[in-house]
C-alpha cells in the first residue's frame, strides 16, 4: 500500500495576490503623505488617500518634514512646472540641480528670431543700456545671416539624394546651418522650458535661485516658489466650470454638492516650499571661497589647457577636495590647482576645507564641491552652447565655474563642414565676437546696477566655459559613445571623442569597450 506525504497546510494570513496600481487625481503633497504612511501605518494606499486631506497632510509635513528633517518625504511630491521666457543664462543655473528632469527648446533645431531676449535694469546708466541693446541686436542679426548663409553653402555642398523629399532635406539642412548660427546667440536670448521635479529638489533650486547675484535668477526662484504654493494652472478649468454652470442650470442641490470636486483649487506645493529662503551657507561659502582663491591664485597666471583633459588620480582626498573647492571659486584648470594645492602645507589645505564647511546649517547637504573620490576626472573647456548640452549627464559630478570672457570663444569649424568659410562670413563672425566681448568689458566696468552680471548676458554661446565632470566608467563609456554619434552637434562630438582618446592614453587596455564614432571621420550630413 503506497502512501503519499500530505500537502502542508497553507497558512490563513498567506496571500500572493500582489496589487499593483496607478494613483491619479491626488495632490502632490496628499500623495507624499500616503506614500510616507507606509513606514508608520498598515493601512493600504487606497485607505490612506481617502482618509487623507490637505489639511492633514500640511500638518503632518510640518511636524515630519520641517521639525524633525525627514526630508526625504519631499521626495514623494512630484510637480510640474512651466517656465516660459526666462534666458538661456538663467536656463543653465535653473537646471543645474542633479535630480532634475525636464526638456528645454532645442537651439539646434528651433528658429530663435522670434524668441526675444531679456534686458537687465540699468538704473540710470543710459550709456550701458544702450550698448547691452545695440550688441544684443547685433547679434541677432548676425544669426539670422548667418543660419540663411550656411544653409546656402550647405546646399551647395550636399545634394539632394533622389529618395529624400524636399522638404526633409531642406528641414535636415537648416537644423545643420543652426548648428553653427547657435554660436552668435546671446546669453540674453529668451527660451522656455518644462520641469518635473520632487518637492525637495524643488525648495532646493528655489533656495539656491533666490541666493543668486542676478536679479532675473532672484525673480525665478520667486515665481517658482509663487506657482508652487498658488494655485496650479487647471488644463479642465474650462471645462469644468462649464459642466458645474450645466449641473445648476438642471439641480441646485446637486450642483452644490459637486462644485466643491469641480471648482476645486490644486496648491502644488503649499508646505513643502513655502520656507524656502536665500540659502546663508551657499552665499557666505561662496564669497568666503572667492576671497581665498583671489589670495592664493593673486600672482598665478592661467596655464593652458586642452579641451578635455583627463586629470589622473595623483592627491589624496584632502587635496582633492581643496582643489575642488577653488576651482569652483575661480576660473583656473583642475590640474593646475591641484598640483599647487597638493604643495601647499597640510594646515592651509585644511584651512581651504574648512571654508566650505563652516556655514553649513543644520540640514544643509555639503556643497557639490565634496562629492569626490570618482575615479575618472574630465576638466572639459568648450563653447557654452556644447556645455549645455553636457550638462544634461546628471550622473556626474559637475563642478562648473562661472560665465567669463577669460577663455575666449570658439569658431564651429569642424569635418562636418560647418560653413563659415564656404559661406564668405569667416571674418564676419570673428569680428562680432570681438565686438560682443568688447561689449561685455564695458558694461562689467560701468555703474549700472548688478554690471557684472548684466555683462554676462551679451556673452554669444561660442564663449568658452570651464567645467570639471566626475564619474565612474560606466558614465565616461556612455557619454564617448552617445555623445560622438554623427547625429550629434559637432562641439560635444568633438568632447566625447576626446573623452575616449583621453581614457585610451591612460587605460588603454579598456578602450576596445567603447563603441564611439570616430569625430575625425566626415559624416552624412543628411542623417540626423
Not at 592661467?302 to 592627491?315: F, K, S, W, Y
Request: aromatic share 8%; with cysteine.
Amino acid at each position: 500500500m503506497s502512501t503519499s506525504a500530505s500537502s502542508p497546510a497553507i497558512p490563513a494570513n498567506a496571500n500572493n495576490a500582489t496589487d499593483v496600481f496607478a494613483v491619479h487625481g491626488a495632490d502632490p503633497e496628499v500623495l507624499a503623505y500616503a506614500m510616507a504612511k507606509y513606514s508608520r501605518s498598515s493601512l493600504s494606499m487606497r485607505q490612506s488617500l481617502k482618509e487623507i486631506s490637505s489639511q492633514r497632510a500640511e500638518q503632518f509635513l510640518n511636524t515630519f518634514y520641517f521639525q524633525y528633517g525627514h526630508r526625504s518625504i519631499a521626495d514623494l511630491a512630484h510637480v510640474a512646472f512651466a517656465i516660459e521666457r526666462l534666458s538661456l543664462l538663467a536656463a543653465i543655473v535653473l537646471v543645474d540641480e542633479q535630480r532634475w528632469d525636464g526638456q528645454e527648446r532645442s537651439t539646434r533645431y528651433q528658429n530663435f528670431l522670434k524668441s526675444g531676449w531679456y534686458l537687465p535694469g540699468f538704473g540710470e546708466d543710459v550709456a550701458a543700456k544702450q550698448i547691452y541693446i545695440q550688441t544684443v541686436e547685433e547679434l541677432f542679426n548676425s544669426y539670422a545671416h548667418t543660419s540663411a548663409a550656411v544653409f546656402e553653402a550647405l546646399k551647395l555642398k550636399v545634394a539632394c539624394p533622389p529618395e529624400m523629399k524636399q522638404d526633409g532635406y531642406e528641414r535636415t539642412l537648416k537644423a545643420r546651418a543652426f548648428d553653427v548660427a547657435r554660436y552668435l546667440l546671446p546669453l540674453a536670448t529668451n527660451t522656455s522650458l518644462g520641469q518635473i521635479v520632487n518637492a525637495r529638489t524643488l525648495e532646493t533650486q528655489v533656495s539656491r535661485l533666490l541666493s543668486h547675484p542676478a536679479a532675473e535668477i532672484r525673480d525665478l526662484g520667486e515665481k517658482l516658489k509663487q506657482a508652487a504654493t498658488g494655485p496650479a494652472w487647471n488644463l479642465h478649468a474650462e471645462d469644468q466650470a462649464a459642466l458645474q454652470a450645466r449641473i445648476a442650470a438642471l439641480s441646485p442641490e446637486l450642483a452644490a454638492e459637486s462644485e466643491a470636486l469641480l471648482t476645486r483649487e490644486v496648491h502644488a506645493s503649499p508646505t513643502l516650499v513655502k520656507y524656502a529662503q536665500p540659502n546663508p551657507y551657499e552665499l557666505q561659502t561662496k564669497a568666503d571661497l572667492a576671497h581665498a582663491a583671489a589670495e592664493l591664485l593673486a600672482a598665478v597666471p592661467i596655464a593652458p589647457a586642452p579641451v578635455v583633459d583627463l586629470v589622473e588620480r595623483t592627491e589624496s582626498m584632502e587635496v582633492e577636495l581643496a582643489a575642488t573647492l577653488l576651482y569652483s571659486a575661480s576660473h583656473y584648470p583642475y590640474r593646475q590647482l591641484r598640483d599647487l594645492v597638493a604643495a601647499l602645507p597640510e594646515a592651509r589645505v585644511s584651512e581651504v576645507i574648512e571654508i566650505g564647511l563652516r556655514h553649513r546649517g543644520r540640514h544643509d547637504e555639503a556643497l557639490r564641491a565634496f562629492h569626490a573620490g570618482a575615479a575618472l576626472r574630465f576638466d572639459i573647456l568648450m563653447d557654452i552652447g556644447g556645455f549645455r548640452d553636457m550638462h544634461r549627464h546628471r550622473r556626474c559630478t559637475q563642478i562648473i565655474q562661472d560665465f567669463t570672457a577669460l577663455h575666449g570663444y570658439e569658431t564651429p569649424e569642424s569635418g562636418d563642414a560647418a560653413g563659415l568659410a564656404e559661406a564668405g562670413i569667416l571674418s564676419q563672425y570673428h569680428a562680432q565676437m570681438e565686438a560682443a566681448f568688447t561689449a561685455s568689458r564695458a558694461i562689467a566696468a560701468s555703474g549700472a546696477p548688478e554690471a557684472a552680471q548684466s555683462s554676462l548676458y551679451v556673452l554669444p554661446l561660442a564663449t568658452r566655459i570651464r567645467s570639471l565632470f566626475k564619474m565612474d566608467f560606466a558614465e565616461a563609456q556612455y557619454i564617448s559613445e552617445l555623445r560622438s554619434g554623427p547625429a550629434g552637434h559637432f562641439s560635444y562630438r568633438k568632447v566625447a571623442w576626446e573623452m575616449y582618446r583621453a581614457v585610451e592614453r591612460q587605460h588603454p587596455a579598456l578602450a576596445r569597450y567603447f563603441r564611439v564614432t570616430d569625430f575625425t571621420e566626415p559624416i552624412d550630413l543628411l542623417k540626423r
